[in-house]
Protein backbone atom coordinates (compact mmCIF):
# COMPACT_ATOMS: atom_id res chain seq x y z
CA UNK A 1 0.00 0.00 0.00
CA UNK A 2 1.51 3.48 -0.93
CA UNK A 3 2.56 5.10 2.06
CA UNK A 4 0.49 8.33 3.17
CA UNK A 5 1.19 12.05 2.74
CA UNK A 6 1.40 13.77 6.39
CA UNK A 7 0.41 17.26 6.87
CA UNK A 8 0.23 18.15 10.75
CA UNK A 9 -1.06 21.80 10.70
CA UNK A 10 -0.83 22.97 14.85
CA UNK A 11 -2.83 26.52 15.13
CA UNK A 12 -0.93 28.10 18.02
CA UNK A 13 -2.92 29.26 21.06
CA UNK A 14 -6.53 27.99 19.66
CA UNK A 15 -9.42 27.15 22.08
CA UNK A 16 -11.31 24.32 21.17
CA UNK A 17 -14.20 26.27 22.52
CA UNK A 18 -13.86 29.24 20.22
CA UNK A 19 -14.74 27.13 17.16
CA UNK A 20 -18.15 26.12 15.61
CA UNK A 21 -17.60 23.10 15.45
CA UNK A 22 -17.15 22.53 19.28
CA UNK A 23 -20.20 24.21 19.80
CA UNK A 24 -19.28 27.67 20.17
CA UNK A 25 -21.86 29.87 19.24
CA UNK A 26 -20.05 32.54 17.24
CA UNK A 27 -19.40 31.84 13.06
CA UNK A 28 -15.58 31.44 14.00
CA UNK A 29 -14.46 28.81 11.78
CA UNK A 30 -16.83 27.87 8.84
CA UNK A 31 -14.10 26.73 6.58
CA UNK A 32 -12.73 24.06 9.54
CA UNK A 33 -16.30 23.21 9.85
CA UNK A 34 -16.12 21.86 6.73
CA UNK A 35 -13.20 20.00 7.33
CA UNK A 36 -14.43 18.81 10.66
CA UNK A 37 -17.24 17.28 8.88
CA UNK A 38 -14.81 15.42 7.04
CA UNK A 39 -12.94 14.06 9.54
CA UNK A 40 -12.59 12.34 13.02
CA UNK A 41 -13.38 15.19 15.42
CA UNK A 42 -12.24 14.30 18.94
CA UNK A 43 -13.96 16.69 21.71
CA UNK A 44 -11.90 16.18 24.82
CA UNK A 45 -8.56 16.59 23.61
CA UNK A 46 -6.14 17.57 26.20
CA UNK A 47 -2.45 19.29 25.90
CA UNK A 48 0.48 17.30 27.62
CA UNK A 49 1.72 21.05 28.58
CA UNK A 50 0.19 24.54 28.66
CA UNK A 51 2.64 26.39 26.43
CA UNK A 52 4.78 26.40 23.45
CA UNK A 53 7.94 24.58 24.40
CA UNK A 54 6.80 21.31 26.16
CA UNK A 55 3.37 21.09 23.75
CA UNK A 56 5.17 21.07 20.96
CA UNK A 57 7.76 18.51 22.14
CA UNK A 58 5.26 16.10 22.99
CA UNK A 59 3.58 15.95 19.67
CA UNK A 60 7.16 15.48 18.24
CA UNK A 61 7.82 12.59 20.66
CA UNK A 62 4.90 11.28 21.96
CA UNK A 63 6.30 11.54 25.51
CA UNK A 64 4.61 13.66 28.36
CA UNK A 65 6.95 16.74 29.45
CA UNK A 66 8.23 14.85 32.77
CA UNK A 67 9.69 12.54 30.31
CA UNK A 68 11.19 14.09 27.58
CA UNK A 69 11.68 17.35 29.95
CA UNK A 70 12.26 20.13 27.06
CA UNK A 71 10.14 22.49 28.89
CA UNK A 72 12.28 25.81 29.24
CA UNK A 73 13.24 27.90 26.28
CA UNK A 74 16.66 27.03 26.61
CA UNK A 75 16.24 23.07 27.29
CA UNK A 76 17.14 21.08 24.13
CA UNK A 77 15.38 17.55 23.14
CA UNK A 78 18.04 15.34 23.96
CA UNK A 79 19.65 13.42 21.21
CA UNK A 80 18.63 10.01 22.21
CA UNK A 81 14.84 10.56 21.61
CA UNK A 82 13.70 10.16 18.43
CA UNK A 83 11.32 12.68 16.91
CA UNK A 84 8.62 12.18 14.13
CA UNK A 85 10.45 13.99 11.57
CA UNK A 86 13.64 11.75 12.03
CA UNK A 87 11.47 8.64 12.13
CA UNK A 88 9.37 9.55 9.12
CA UNK A 89 12.53 10.56 7.50
CA UNK A 90 14.23 7.53 8.01
CA UNK A 91 11.54 5.54 6.76
CA UNK A 92 11.45 7.55 3.74
CA UNK A 93 9.41 10.86 4.22
CA UNK A 94 10.55 14.24 2.65
CA UNK A 95 10.34 16.16 5.59
CA UNK A 96 9.54 19.78 5.68
CA UNK A 97 8.49 22.37 8.37
CA UNK A 98 6.60 26.00 7.73
CA UNK A 99 6.57 27.54 10.97
CA UNK A 100 5.70 30.55 12.35
CA UNK A 101 6.47 30.61 15.93
CA UNK A 102 10.46 32.39 16.32
CA UNK A 103 10.61 29.41 19.48
CA UNK A 104 10.57 26.14 16.89
CA UNK A 105 13.32 26.60 14.89
CA UNK A 106 15.15 30.07 15.85
CA UNK A 107 16.03 29.17 19.03
CA UNK A 108 18.61 26.98 19.65
CA UNK A 109 16.14 23.79 21.04
CA UNK A 110 16.30 21.27 18.12
CA UNK A 111 12.95 20.80 17.74
CA UNK A 112 13.54 21.16 14.15
CA UNK A 113 15.49 18.37 13.96
CA UNK A 114 14.78 15.68 11.43
CA UNK A 115 12.95 18.29 8.77
CA UNK A 116 15.28 18.08 5.51
CA UNK A 117 13.70 21.74 5.17
CA UNK A 118 12.28 24.08 7.88
CA UNK A 119 11.09 27.74 6.98
CA UNK A 120 11.23 29.58 9.81
CA UNK A 121 8.98 32.62 8.79
CA UNK A 122 9.56 34.67 12.51
CA UNK A 123 12.96 35.94 14.07
CA UNK A 124 14.74 39.18 12.75
CA UNK A 125 15.85 36.92 8.94
CA UNK A 126 12.77 34.72 7.95
CA UNK A 127 13.67 31.98 5.11
CA UNK A 128 11.47 31.20 2.57
CA UNK A 129 11.63 27.88 -0.30
CA UNK A 130 11.91 29.38 -3.72
CA UNK A 131 9.24 27.91 -5.21
CA UNK A 132 7.98 30.79 -7.85
CA UNK A 133 12.12 31.67 -8.93
CA UNK A 134 10.55 35.44 -9.78
CA UNK A 135 13.93 36.72 -9.73
CA UNK A 136 16.85 36.22 -11.79
CA UNK A 137 18.53 32.86 -10.92
CA UNK A 138 21.72 34.47 -10.11
CA UNK A 139 20.02 37.36 -8.42
CA UNK A 140 18.33 35.09 -6.48
CA UNK A 141 21.31 33.16 -4.95
CA UNK A 142 22.87 36.27 -3.99
CA UNK A 143 20.24 36.60 -1.81
CA UNK A 144 19.39 33.48 0.25
CA UNK A 145 23.43 33.57 0.55
CA UNK A 146 23.06 36.78 2.08
CA UNK A 147 20.11 35.69 3.97
CA UNK A 148 21.89 32.61 5.52
CA UNK A 149 24.55 35.00 6.45
CA UNK A 150 22.22 37.49 8.47
CA UNK A 151 20.73 33.88 10.05
CA UNK A 152 24.05 33.16 10.94
CA UNK A 153 24.84 36.71 12.25
CA UNK A 154 21.46 37.05 14.16
CA UNK A 155 20.95 33.24 15.62
CA UNK A 156 23.53 33.80 18.81
CA UNK A 157 21.51 37.51 19.73
CA UNK A 158 18.24 35.80 18.94
CA UNK A 159 19.10 33.21 21.28
CA UNK A 160 20.63 35.20 23.91
CA UNK A 161 16.67 36.67 24.98
CA UNK A 162 16.28 32.61 26.19
CA UNK A 163 18.90 32.72 28.63
CA UNK A 164 19.34 36.44 29.85
CA UNK A 165 16.38 38.15 31.88
CA UNK A 166 18.37 41.23 31.52
CA UNK A 167 17.76 41.58 27.79
CA UNK A 168 14.76 40.19 28.49
CA UNK A 169 13.17 42.56 30.48
CA UNK A 170 14.75 45.23 27.82
CA UNK A 171 13.25 43.90 25.48
CA UNK A 172 9.89 43.45 26.78
CA UNK A 173 9.48 47.21 28.22
CA UNK A 174 6.29 48.80 26.29
CA UNK A 175 8.48 51.54 24.48
CA UNK A 176 10.78 49.38 22.90
CA UNK A 177 8.60 46.06 22.12
CA UNK A 178 7.13 48.55 18.89
CA UNK A 179 10.33 48.62 17.69
CA UNK A 180 10.98 44.91 17.11
CA UNK A 181 7.53 43.72 17.16
CA UNK A 182 7.55 44.27 13.41
CA UNK A 183 11.05 43.45 12.81
CA UNK A 184 11.82 40.07 14.33
CA UNK A 185 8.25 38.96 12.73
CA UNK A 186 6.78 37.68 15.99
CA UNK A 187 3.96 36.03 14.52
CA UNK A 188 5.45 35.37 11.72
CA UNK A 189 3.65 35.55 8.40
CA UNK A 190 0.59 33.60 8.67
CA UNK A 191 -0.63 34.38 4.95
CA UNK A 192 3.02 34.07 3.00
CA UNK A 193 3.50 30.79 4.41
CA UNK A 194 0.29 29.12 3.57
CA UNK A 195 0.88 30.63 0.31
CA UNK A 196 3.98 28.88 0.25
CA UNK A 197 2.51 25.52 1.46
CA UNK A 198 -0.07 25.11 -0.80
CA UNK A 199 2.73 25.95 -3.59
CA UNK A 200 4.85 23.08 -2.07
CA UNK A 201 2.32 20.42 -1.76
CA UNK A 202 1.34 21.14 -5.76
CA UNK A 203 5.07 21.11 -6.61
CA UNK A 204 5.52 17.73 -4.91
CA UNK A 205 2.47 16.36 -6.57
CA UNK A 206 3.25 17.49 -9.89
CA UNK A 207 7.13 16.30 -9.40
CA UNK A 208 9.68 13.44 -10.05
CA UNK A 209 9.93 12.58 -6.45
CA UNK A 210 8.27 9.26 -5.60
CA UNK A 211 8.71 9.90 -1.49
CA UNK A 212 5.78 11.16 0.53
CA UNK A 213 5.69 14.04 2.75
CA UNK A 214 5.37 15.09 6.02
CA UNK A 215 4.99 18.91 6.55
CA UNK A 216 4.63 20.28 9.55
CA UNK A 217 2.81 23.70 9.66
CA UNK A 218 2.57 26.30 12.57
CA UNK A 219 0.43 28.78 12.55
CA UNK A 220 0.42 31.89 15.12
CA UNK A 221 -2.67 34.42 13.95
CA UNK A 222 -4.78 33.83 17.30
CA UNK A 223 -1.93 34.59 19.71
CA UNK A 224 -1.49 38.06 20.73
CA UNK A 225 -0.62 40.59 19.30
CA UNK A 226 -4.67 41.11 18.16
CA UNK A 227 -4.63 43.10 15.20
CA UNK A 228 -7.12 41.61 12.82
CA UNK A 229 -8.43 42.95 9.18
CA UNK A 230 -11.06 45.59 9.33
CA UNK A 231 -13.80 43.38 8.21
CA UNK A 232 -13.21 40.61 10.93
CA UNK A 233 -12.33 43.39 13.52
CA UNK A 234 -16.40 44.94 12.31
CA UNK A 235 -18.03 41.05 12.25
CA UNK A 236 -16.69 40.26 15.78
CA UNK A 237 -16.25 43.70 17.63
CA UNK A 238 -18.36 45.77 15.59
CA UNK A 239 -17.75 48.91 18.16
CA UNK A 240 -14.42 48.18 18.14
CA UNK A 241 -13.30 50.83 15.33
CA UNK A 242 -15.22 53.43 16.53
CA UNK A 243 -14.07 52.99 20.27
CA UNK A 244 -10.95 54.94 21.03
CA UNK A 245 -11.14 53.71 24.27
CA UNK A 246 -11.49 50.26 23.31
CA UNK A 247 -8.51 50.39 20.31
CA UNK A 248 -6.44 52.24 23.45
CA UNK A 249 -6.98 49.18 25.86
CA UNK A 250 -5.95 46.57 22.64
CA UNK A 251 -2.66 48.37 22.03
CA UNK A 252 -2.24 48.65 25.43
CA UNK A 253 -2.01 45.07 25.72
CA UNK A 254 -0.45 44.40 22.10
CA UNK A 255 2.37 46.71 23.33
CA UNK A 256 3.13 45.19 27.20
CA UNK A 257 3.90 41.77 26.05
CA UNK A 258 4.40 40.86 30.04
CA UNK A 259 0.97 41.75 30.49
CA UNK A 260 0.19 38.44 28.25
CA UNK A 261 1.32 35.99 30.69
CA UNK A 262 1.24 37.19 34.23
CA UNK A 263 -1.33 36.72 36.91
CA UNK A 264 -4.27 39.41 36.98
CA UNK A 265 -3.68 41.24 40.41
CA UNK A 266 -7.35 42.97 39.79
CA UNK A 267 -9.81 41.60 37.35
CA UNK A 268 -10.10 43.13 33.99
CA UNK A 269 -12.51 45.92 33.51
CA UNK A 270 -15.84 45.12 31.61
CA UNK A 271 -14.84 47.19 28.69
CA UNK A 272 -10.98 45.19 28.48
CA UNK A 273 -12.38 41.69 28.90
CA UNK A 274 -15.36 42.34 26.27
CA UNK A 275 -12.28 43.80 23.78
CA UNK A 276 -9.85 40.99 24.77
CA UNK A 277 -12.37 38.17 23.97
CA UNK A 278 -13.74 39.90 20.44
CA UNK A 279 -10.70 40.49 19.27
CA UNK A 280 -9.19 36.94 20.15
CA UNK A 281 -12.39 36.03 18.16
CA UNK A 282 -11.88 37.86 15.31
CA UNK A 283 -8.28 36.78 15.09
CA UNK A 284 -9.84 33.01 14.75
CA UNK A 285 -12.02 33.73 12.23
CA UNK A 286 -9.36 35.46 10.01
CA UNK A 287 -6.81 32.55 10.44
CA UNK A 288 -9.87 30.57 9.74
CA UNK A 289 -10.16 32.40 6.42
CA UNK A 290 -6.64 32.25 5.53
CA UNK A 291 -6.71 28.54 5.94
CA UNK A 292 -9.33 28.00 3.07
CA UNK A 293 -7.21 27.82 -0.09
CA UNK A 294 -5.17 25.10 2.02
CA UNK A 295 -8.17 23.16 2.73
CA UNK A 296 -9.46 23.20 -0.53
CA UNK A 297 -6.31 22.20 -2.26
CA UNK A 298 -6.12 19.13 0.24
CA UNK A 299 -9.70 18.29 -0.34
CA UNK A 300 -8.99 17.71 -4.45
CA UNK A 301 -8.77 13.81 -5.03
CA UNK A 302 -4.61 13.81 -5.90
CA UNK A 303 -4.34 14.95 -2.81
CA UNK A 304 -6.93 13.63 -0.24
CA UNK A 305 -6.82 10.19 -1.28
CA UNK A 306 -3.46 9.54 0.18
CA UNK A 307 -3.16 12.32 2.97
CA UNK A 308 -3.59 12.30 6.94
CA UNK A 309 -4.66 15.37 8.03
CA UNK A 310 -4.03 16.36 11.36
CA UNK A 311 -5.06 19.63 12.94
CA UNK A 312 -4.59 20.65 16.88
CA UNK A 313 -3.17 23.21 18.49
CA UNK A 314 -0.38 23.13 21.00
CA UNK A 315 -2.36 24.89 23.65
CA UNK A 316 -5.04 27.39 24.15
CA UNK A 317 -5.09 30.83 26.02
CA UNK A 318 -6.24 32.37 29.46
CA UNK A 319 -8.58 35.10 28.39
CA UNK A 320 -9.65 36.21 31.85
CA UNK A 321 -10.98 33.49 33.59
CA UNK A 322 -9.81 31.96 37.13
CA UNK A 323 -8.01 35.51 37.59
CA UNK A 324 -5.42 34.51 34.72
CA UNK A 325 -4.66 35.50 31.23
CA UNK A 326 -2.03 34.25 28.54
CA UNK A 327 -0.69 30.73 28.53
CA UNK A 328 1.92 30.53 31.22
CA UNK A 329 1.15 29.09 34.24
CA UNK A 330 -2.04 27.15 34.87
CA UNK A 331 -3.42 23.52 33.96
CA UNK A 332 -7.02 25.08 33.85
CA UNK A 333 -8.95 23.76 30.08
CA UNK A 334 -8.59 27.47 28.77
CA UNK A 335 -5.27 26.40 28.24
CA UNK A 336 -4.79 22.84 28.11
CA UNK A 337 -7.69 21.64 25.70
CA UNK A 338 -7.63 22.02 22.35
CA UNK A 339 -9.17 20.94 18.71
CA UNK A 340 -7.88 17.82 17.28
CA UNK A 341 -9.15 16.64 14.19
CA UNK A 342 -8.09 13.69 11.86
CA UNK A 343 -9.14 13.81 7.77
CA UNK A 344 -7.24 10.04 6.42
CA UNK A 345 -10.24 8.49 4.68
CA UNK A 346 -8.68 5.04 4.93
CA UNK A 347 -8.90 4.83 8.47
CA UNK A 348 -10.44 7.82 10.39
CA UNK A 349 -14.22 8.26 9.46
CA UNK A 350 -15.92 11.25 8.26
CA UNK A 351 -18.40 13.04 10.06
CA UNK A 352 -17.15 10.90 13.35
CA UNK A 353 -17.37 12.55 16.98
CA UNK A 354 -14.91 10.48 19.91
CA UNK A 355 -16.23 12.03 23.10
CA UNK A 356 -13.69 9.79 25.39
CA UNK A 357 -10.49 11.77 26.52
CA UNK A 358 -7.50 11.98 24.48
CA UNK A 359 -3.95 13.24 24.83
CA UNK A 360 -3.04 15.23 21.76
CA UNK A 361 0.71 13.46 21.89
CA UNK A 362 -1.07 10.50 20.20
CA UNK A 363 -0.80 12.04 17.15
CA UNK A 364 3.04 10.50 16.97
CA UNK A 365 1.49 7.79 17.60
CA UNK A 366 -1.53 8.19 15.03
CA UNK A 367 1.16 8.78 12.43
CA UNK A 368 3.36 6.52 12.88
CA UNK A 369 0.13 4.19 12.89
CA UNK A 370 -0.47 5.52 9.58
CA UNK A 371 2.62 5.26 7.78
CA UNK A 372 3.73 2.23 9.56
CA UNK A 373 7.34 4.60 10.34
CA UNK A 374 9.14 3.07 13.41
CA UNK A 375 12.71 2.87 14.68
CA UNK A 376 15.05 0.25 12.95
CA UNK A 377 12.19 -0.99 10.93
CA UNK A 378 10.10 -1.83 14.32
CA UNK A 379 10.76 -4.97 15.76
CA UNK A 380 9.96 -5.72 19.40
CA UNK A 381 10.98 -2.64 20.78
CA UNK A 382 8.94 -0.71 23.36
CA UNK A 383 8.42 2.27 21.01
CA UNK A 384 6.44 -0.23 18.27
CA UNK A 385 4.35 -1.18 21.46
CA UNK A 386 3.36 2.30 22.51
CA UNK A 387 2.34 3.08 18.79
CA UNK A 388 -0.14 0.08 18.56
CA UNK A 389 -1.71 0.50 22.41
CA UNK A 390 -1.94 5.09 21.35
CA UNK A 391 -2.71 4.59 18.33
CA UNK A 392 -6.21 7.28 17.81
CA UNK A 393 -7.34 4.55 16.05
CA UNK A 394 -8.17 2.69 19.14
CA UNK A 395 -11.04 4.76 20.02
CA UNK A 396 -12.68 4.21 17.06
CA UNK A 397 -14.75 1.22 17.81
CA UNK A 398 -16.65 1.69 20.65
CA UNK A 399 -14.67 0.27 22.95
CA UNK A 400 -13.49 1.28 26.45
CA UNK A 401 -11.37 4.27 26.13
CA UNK A 402 -7.43 3.71 25.42
CA UNK A 403 -6.24 5.74 28.44
CA UNK A 404 -8.86 5.64 31.44
CA UNK A 405 -6.85 8.77 32.55
CA UNK A 406 -5.02 12.24 30.63
CA UNK A 407 -2.43 14.33 32.26
CA UNK A 408 -1.57 17.97 31.61
CA UNK A 409 1.78 19.39 33.10
CA UNK A 410 2.11 23.00 33.62
CA UNK A 411 5.76 23.97 33.91
CA UNK A 412 6.51 27.47 35.10
CA UNK A 413 8.80 29.27 31.61
CA UNK A 414 12.15 30.69 34.13
CA UNK A 415 11.85 33.83 31.61
CA UNK A 416 8.51 34.49 33.43
CA UNK A 417 9.47 34.26 36.48
CA UNK A 418 12.40 36.91 35.48
CA UNK A 419 9.66 39.28 34.22
CA UNK A 420 7.70 39.26 37.83
CA UNK A 421 9.90 39.92 39.77
CA UNK A 422 10.67 42.85 37.91
CA UNK A 423 7.19 43.82 37.34
CA UNK A 424 5.31 42.56 39.78
CA UNK A 425 7.16 40.40 42.87
CA UNK A 426 4.04 40.12 44.86
CA UNK A 427 2.42 38.29 42.67
CA UNK A 428 4.90 35.27 42.56
CA UNK A 429 4.26 33.95 46.15
CA UNK A 430 0.10 35.36 45.66
CA UNK A 431 -0.29 33.06 42.63
CA UNK A 432 2.09 29.98 43.82
CA UNK A 433 4.29 31.00 40.32
CA UNK A 434 6.58 28.82 41.55
CA UNK A 435 5.10 25.56 42.13
CA UNK A 436 4.61 23.12 39.62
CA UNK A 437 0.76 22.64 38.30
CA UNK A 438 -0.83 19.58 37.30
CA UNK A 439 -3.96 18.10 36.09
CA UNK A 440 -5.26 14.36 35.64
CA UNK A 441 -8.70 13.51 34.05
CA UNK A 442 -10.42 10.77 34.73
CA UNK A 443 -14.44 10.24 33.16
CA UNK A 444 -15.90 13.31 34.02
CA UNK A 445 -13.79 14.61 36.88
CA UNK A 446 -10.44 16.74 36.90
CA UNK A 447 -8.21 17.01 39.90
CA UNK A 448 -5.55 20.24 39.49
CA UNK A 449 -2.56 20.01 42.07
CA UNK A 450 -0.20 22.57 43.05
CA UNK A 451 3.09 21.98 44.31
CA UNK A 452 1.95 18.11 43.94
CA UNK A 453 -1.02 18.97 46.65
CA UNK A 454 -4.77 19.08 45.75
CA UNK A 455 -6.33 21.86 44.90
CA UNK A 456 -9.35 22.09 42.71
CA UNK A 457 -11.57 19.56 41.44
CA UNK A 458 -14.35 19.91 38.57
CA UNK A 459 -16.58 18.28 36.88
CA UNK A 460 -15.65 19.15 33.44
CA UNK A 461 -18.71 17.93 31.77
CA UNK A 462 -21.29 19.53 33.75
CA UNK A 463 -19.39 22.85 34.71
CA UNK A 464 -16.89 23.47 31.71
CA UNK A 465 -15.87 26.17 32.99
CA UNK A 466 -14.21 25.16 36.13
CA UNK A 467 -15.86 27.56 38.22
CA UNK A 468 -17.44 25.35 41.30
CA UNK A 469 -14.46 23.54 43.00
CA UNK A 470 -15.33 20.04 44.30
CA UNK A 471 -12.37 19.25 46.35
CA UNK A 472 -14.17 19.13 49.51
CA UNK A 473 -17.46 17.75 48.33
CA UNK A 474 -15.94 14.65 47.01
CA UNK A 475 -12.45 13.95 49.06
CA UNK A 476 -12.71 9.97 47.56
CA UNK A 477 -12.64 11.42 44.19
CA UNK A 478 -9.60 13.65 44.85
CA UNK A 479 -7.92 11.24 46.53
CA UNK A 480 -8.17 8.14 43.97
CA UNK A 481 -7.04 10.98 41.52
CA UNK A 482 -4.38 12.65 43.58
CA UNK A 483 -2.83 9.14 43.78
CA UNK A 484 -3.14 8.45 40.05
CA UNK A 485 -1.17 11.60 39.13
CA UNK A 486 1.65 10.60 41.94
CA UNK A 487 2.01 7.46 40.25
CA UNK A 488 2.15 9.07 36.55
CA UNK A 489 4.63 11.10 37.96
CA UNK A 490 6.98 8.21 39.38
CA UNK A 491 6.38 6.50 35.47
CA UNK A 492 7.39 9.71 33.77
CA UNK A 493 10.19 10.25 35.95
CA UNK A 494 11.49 6.72 34.94
CA UNK A 495 10.89 6.64 31.65
CA UNK A 496 13.68 9.55 31.58
CA UNK A 497 16.96 9.02 29.24
CA UNK A 498 19.80 9.06 31.81
CA UNK A 499 21.69 12.22 30.50
CA UNK A 500 18.96 14.13 30.05
CA UNK A 501 20.37 16.95 31.98
CA UNK A 502 23.22 17.19 29.63
CA UNK A 503 20.33 18.67 27.09
CA UNK A 504 20.08 21.84 29.23
CA UNK A 505 21.64 24.11 27.98
CA UNK A 506 20.92 26.80 30.60
CA UNK A 507 24.52 28.25 31.86
CA UNK A 508 24.06 27.09 35.07
CA UNK A 509 27.05 29.68 36.09
CA UNK A 510 24.35 32.14 35.82
CA UNK A 511 24.08 32.41 39.54
CA UNK A 512 20.46 34.37 38.77
CA UNK A 513 19.05 31.46 36.38
CA UNK A 514 20.20 28.64 38.47
CA UNK A 515 18.47 30.45 41.66
CA UNK A 516 15.11 30.03 39.52
CA UNK A 517 15.32 26.69 38.27
CA UNK A 518 16.35 25.37 42.13
CA UNK A 519 13.30 27.37 43.00
CA UNK A 520 11.08 25.88 40.32
CA UNK A 521 12.43 22.41 41.72
CA UNK A 522 14.61 21.76 38.37
CA UNK A 523 17.92 21.33 40.00
CA UNK A 524 19.19 20.50 43.17
Sequence with gaps: MTKPNVVLIVLDTLRADRMSCYGYGRPTTPFLDVFAEESTLFE????????????????????????????????????????LAELLRADGYRTVGF???PLLGVVDNDLDRGFEEFYNYGGAVPNYPDLARS??????????????VMRTLTAPFQNQFAHNSALLRIAMHPWIVPLWQGSV???GNTKR???????YLRAHRAGNDERPVFAFINLMETHLPYRPPTRFARRLAPYYEDDAEARTVMEGYNREHYRWM???????????????NDLYDAEVAYQDRLLRR???DLSKPAARDNTMVIITSDHGEGLNNHDFVGHSLVAYDDLVRTPLMVRYPRKYPAGKRVSSLVSTRRVFHAVLDATGARPNGGGGNRLGDDVDELTLTRELNGSAPTESLVFAEAYTPATLLALMENENPSAIDTFRCRSMRRAAYSGRHK?????????????????PGETKNLLHQLPDRAAELHQALGDFVKRAESGRSDNWESARKVDLDDGEIADRLRALGYIE
Design 44 to 83: RAVVPGQWTIPSHASLFTGMYPTTHMTTQIYDSLGEELST
Design 99 to 101: CNN
Design 135 to 148: QPRAFGRLAERFKR
Design 185 to 187: NFK
Design 193 to 199: SLHDVVG
Design 262 to 276: IPLTEPLGELEDRVL
Design 294 to 296: LLK
Design 447 to 463: LITVAGEPDELFDVVAD
